[in-house]
Nanobody, 120 residues
Framework: QVQLVESGGGLVQAGGSLTLSCVAS????????MGWYRQAPGKQRELVAT???????DYAESVKGRFTISRNNAENTVYLQMNNLEPEDTAVYYC??????????????WGQGTQVTVSS
């Protein structure tokens, strides 16, 4: 099993910045991708940004130019630098990973979530 632990959420004013971190631990053979999703009250969980092992990235249109995802593969860590935050970015942010726990078994894993609140 793979465990994901997020940190870095909090309350910030509109226009401010936050950096989220997520560390993967446990039985890790190989991480395929790590990324971030978010879920606002009354809305479905949506992709924010992902980064695969080869370095390819994918961003939601609403965060392009404001958010940057990065990974430290050696430390199994993914970061989300969020700049120019807007009230619409308020949500619980979840770390996500596709990973192999052995050469033949892979799964999708989620963190417990961290709250980001942007005040206007």
């Amino acid at each position: 099993q793979v465990q994901l632990v997020e940190s870095g959420g909090g309350l910030v004013q509109a226009g401010g910045s936050l950096t989220l971190s997520c560390v993967a631990s446990g039985s890790i053979y190989r991480i395929v991708s790590m990324g971030w999703y978010r879920q606002a009250p009354g809305k479905q969980r949506e992709l924010v940004a992902t980064k695969n092992a080869g370095g390819g990235t994918d961003y939601a249109e609403s965060v392009k130019g404001r958010f940057t995802i990065s990974r430290n593969n050696a430390e199994n860590t993914v970061y989300l630098q969020m700049n120019n935050l807007e009230p619409e970015d308020t949500a619980v942010y979840y770390c996500n990973s596709y990973a192999y726990s052995d050469p033949f078994q892979w799964g999708e894993y989620w963190g417990q979530g961290t709250q980001v609140t942007v005040s206007s």
